[in-house]
């Protein structure tokens, strides 16, 4: 549990991005607030809509009792209103993540600066985000259809469901994200898997609170920017990538020890008490007139 509440926590770091680069995370609010109002609106003319066709779909419960025939269609409705709102979140994020590439180049390009002191020279392109976001809605899909059929088990499937969707999406969402901070370092799509499933717990804490973010309203419209700020850094916390500190342009951190020395002579562990090299001489005092200038006279 110390790890997925660790990649959790690399979401709450993403936020941190709003005081280094405040105007770049701006702009990704953009695309997410345009992507947003389009599947709201679709969400709710779904739910809308869901009431009769739910009774279209169960006919033959007609001659149920209205207790039984109430619980089957709620089960459903709440089953199939959940695996569409996972649907529109995992399509939210890969629609946004597309047309808004170049929004969020410029975040993550920002946070590595910020984070690392260097930024990958690769590019990730408009096409190949758009290829990540087709499968990614396809894989979405999928994991909409397991929740959608465990939602159906009788008395917990409303709960189970739950669970298994934000598990599964949440677990998308995490390698969706991290695919650009891993992809400009060379990593293909089998070596991005591979990390995630060596760092799973992480992988699926910054997932998992990503994606119950999404869940709240406007929640993935404000959060977006953060998502793609804390997966670069959980993409450099899995790869071992040292933070740039304070000494990194060569000043000495605050609080970085000094190694310890003998004698009473300048520390050649500290140069700043070495005398600089090109210092004038102090002068030696003049012989004494009353002292003898040839000793051997």
């Given at each position: ?93 890969a629609v946004t993540l597309a047309i808004g590439e170049p929004v969020y180049d410029r975040i993550w390009r920002a946070t590595e600066r910020s984070a690392i002191g260097t930024v990958p020279d690769a590019d990730y392109g408009f096409w190949r985000a758009a290829g990540d976001s087709a499968r990614l809605v396809l894989r979405g899909v999928l994991a909409a259809a397991v929740a959608w059929a465990v939602g159906l088990v ?144």
């Amino acid at each position: 549990m110390k790890d997925f509440f660790a990649g959790a926590g690399m979401l709450a770091h993403g936020l941190g991005q709003w005081r280094r680069t405040p105007g770049a995370m701006a702009l990704g609010l953009i695309p997410g607030a345009v992507v947003g109002l389009v599947f709201g609106a679709a969400l709710v003319a779904w739910g809308l809509a869901l009431p009769g066709l739910v009774d279209d779909w169960t006919p033959f419960a007609e001659d149920w009792s209205p207790t039984w025939a109430g619980v089957l269609r709620t089960a459903i409705g709440i089953a199939s209103f959940g695996a569409a709102a996972l649907v529109a979140i995992v399509s939210f994020t890969a629609v946004t993540l597309a047309i808004g590439e170049p929004v969020y180049d410029r975040i993550w390009r920002a946070t590595e600066r910020s984070a690392i002191g260097t930024v990958p020279d690769a590019d990730y392109g408009f096409w190949r985000a758009a290829g990540d976001s087709a499968r990614l809605v396809l894989r979405g899909v999928l994991a909409a259809a397991v929740a959608w059929a465990v939602g159906l088990v009788p008395l917990v499937g409303g709960a189970l469901g739950f669970v298994t969707g934000v598990s599964l999406t949440g677990w998308l969402l995490a390698d969706e994200l991290t695919s650009r901070a891993l992809s400009a370092r060379g990593l293909d799509r089998r070596a991005r898997r591979a990390l995630l499933r060596a760092n799973r717990a992480r992988a699926l804490g910054f997932g998992v609170a990503t994606q119950l973010c999404f869940l709240v309203p406007l929640g993935a419209v404000a959060v977006m920017p953060a998502a793609v700020a804390g997966s670069t850094l959980w993409a450099h916390a899995a790869l071992g990538l040292t933070p740039r500190t304070a000494g990194s342009n060569g000043a000495r951190p605050a609080d970085a020890p000094r190694l310890a020395t003998r004698g009473t002579g300048p520390s050649e562990s500290d140069p700043a008490s070495a005398p600089a090299p090109n210092a004038p001489r102090t002068a030696q005092p003049a012989p004494s007139a009353t002292e003898p200038t040839d000793r051997a006279r």
